[in-house]
């Protein structure tokens, strides 16, 4: 069985400020892929990152970095100098191959960005 | 381009009726897939075709019926639905299940009603 857990469930920011999201997976898979999402109010689930299992270095786009860890499991996700268009719910997913190739979510965290 | 165009955006049906979404991707993608999703949930996968083969149906109510009449459409149809049912449902499509480059791009999902 493969989980993802996203302990924040909402995090309200005023714009500018930094904001890291935690994600922690369990997977007893070797080979496995890890995902960010972003649901804006629109309802599309817009890709942001990929990141497979044997590759653990951490990326920065912009504004978005992340931080793959698999000492502890982990794939956080941090927005820097947020923006009112950064306001979103955020999907951590874990895909592999023992548990049938299949996307799993975690709860989301629903980030809101303040003016 | 990694659009997946979902028609239509908002839908309001009565419990007798039958209705069909309908999903289309023109980015070769050989899988692709149905998922439900209520309000502050995670989305949750309904069905996987791959390569035109329904290859996954995660034990989903006989009343929604999903096709795949080519490799760049994919179908829902909708049939004596209970108020329940009543969810965004989001089409998705990945280049294919089990390769690398296996992030799925969702479109913008129908809001379904049943009243």
């Known amino acids: 069985a493969q989980k993802v857990t996203q302990a924040q469930t909402e995090i309200s920011v005023v714009e500018k400020e930094d904001v890291t999201l935690d994600c922690v997976y369990e997977?007893?898979?070797?080979?496995?892929?890890l995902f960010w999402y972003k649901q804006p109010p629109s309802g599309e689930l817009v890709f942001l990152i990929r990141?497979?299992?044997?590759?653990?270095q951490n990326e920065i786009s912009g504004r978005y970095s992340w931080n793959f860890q698999k000492s502890t499991s982990s794939f956080n996700f941090t927005i820097t100098a947020s923006q009112v268009v950064d306001s979103a719910v955020y999907f951590c997913a874990l895909k592999s191959f023992a548990a049938g190739n299949k996307l799993t979510f975690g709860g989301g965290t629903r980030v809101l960005v303040k003016p | 381009d990694t659009e997946v165009t979902q028609t239509p955006k908002h839908l309001v049906m009565g419990m007798t009726n039958k209705k069909s979404l309908k999903c289309e991707q023109h980015m070769g993608h050989r899988a692709m897939y149905w998922y439900k999703q209520k309000a502050k949930k995670p989305p949750e996968l309904m069905f996987v075709y791959s390569y035109e083969k329904l290859s996954i149906n995660e034990s989903v109510p006989s009343r929604f019926s999903p096709e795949c009449p080519n490799s760049s459409l994919l179908n829902l149809h909708l049939h004596a639905l209970q108020p329940e049912d009543s969810a965004l449902y989001l089409c998705a499509s990945s280049q294919d299940r089990w390769g690398e480059n296996t992030e799925a791009f969702f479109g913008q999902g129908t809001r379904l009603t049943v009243v």
């Open positions: 997977t007893r898979d070797t080979t496995y892929y």
């Open positions: 990141r497979n299992s044997f590759d653990e």
